[in-house]
């Protein structure tokens, strides 16, 4: 069965303190690992897909990697805006619908 | 930039009702989806909907559940009878060849009292 967790389930840091979200996952052959954002009350907004091990995304203060096991999401030097929930789910290649499994994210709080 | 549109945005409703939430995809968009998130829970796929036909739908998505794309833009979700169990964000997503970006709307809360 098709899981994945991430660590940690919560995460304080103050303002320009970098750190980074893991997100391990158990699947029968990986299509792609995707990382969204949750704001409280509101759908999950697309940040990256990666589909191989070694490849890396980045996107303002955020860079993805992706290992054979488990990815990581690398914030640096966060901002206040940056609080979030973040949300790492696969793709699993043995499905022909193109459905995620997610795991129950990282609350990310940025203090000022 | 594209998005995904939900309606409505909350929705309350008593025990045994039927609801339907509705859902407009990115319309290039060629595979759609319902997820829900019950409150401090991991979002869960419900089903999902390729060429006018469940592709796949999950051990939650039982009889009281049914999806539609009643024209060329809308994607339907129907509950014929609510259980409080039910009450939960209602997430729709849609994506398009290859599966590669898959673009959530902004969800339905539904509370069922």
């Known amino acids: 069965e098709d899981q994945v967790t991430q660590s940690p389930e919560a995460l304080r840091l103050q303002e320009g303190e970098s750190s980074s979200l893991n997100c391990s996952y158990t699947v029968s052959g990986l299509r792609g690992l995707f990382w969204y954002r949750q704001d409280p009350g509101k759908g999950p907004e697309f940040l990256f897909t990666?589909?191989?091990a070694g490849e890396e995304k980045e996107k303002e203060r955020l860079k993805a990697t992706l290992t054979k096991k488990e990815s990581f999401l690398h914030i640096t030097a966060p901002k206040p805006e940056d609080s979030a929930t973040y949300l790492c789910a696969v793709q699993d290649g043995s499905s022909n619908t193109g459905k995620l499994i997610f795991g129950q994210g990282t609350t990310l709080q940025v203090k000022p | 930039e594209p998005e995904v549109t939900q309606t409505p945005s909350h929705q309350v409703t008593q025990m045994g009702q039927e609801v339907i939430l509705r859902c407009v995809p990115i319309?290039?968009?060629?595979?759609f989806y319902w997820y829900r998130q019950i409150l401090g829970q991991k979002v869960e796929f419900l089903v999902s909907f390729y060429n006018n036909e469940i592709s796949e739908k999950s051990e939650i998505f039982d009889d009281q559940f049914s999806v539609e794309r009643p024209d060329g833009s809308n994607f339907t979700l129907k509950i014929r009878s609510t259980k409080l169990e039910d009450s939960a964000m209602y997430f729709c997503?849609?994506?398009?060849?290859?599966?590669?970006?898959?673009?959530f709307g902004q969800g339905t809360r539904l509370t069922v009292v």
């Open positions: 997503a849609s994506t398009g060849e290859g599966w590669t970006e898959a673009f």
């Open positions: 990666l589909y191989s």
């Open positions: 319309s290039n968009h060629l595979y």
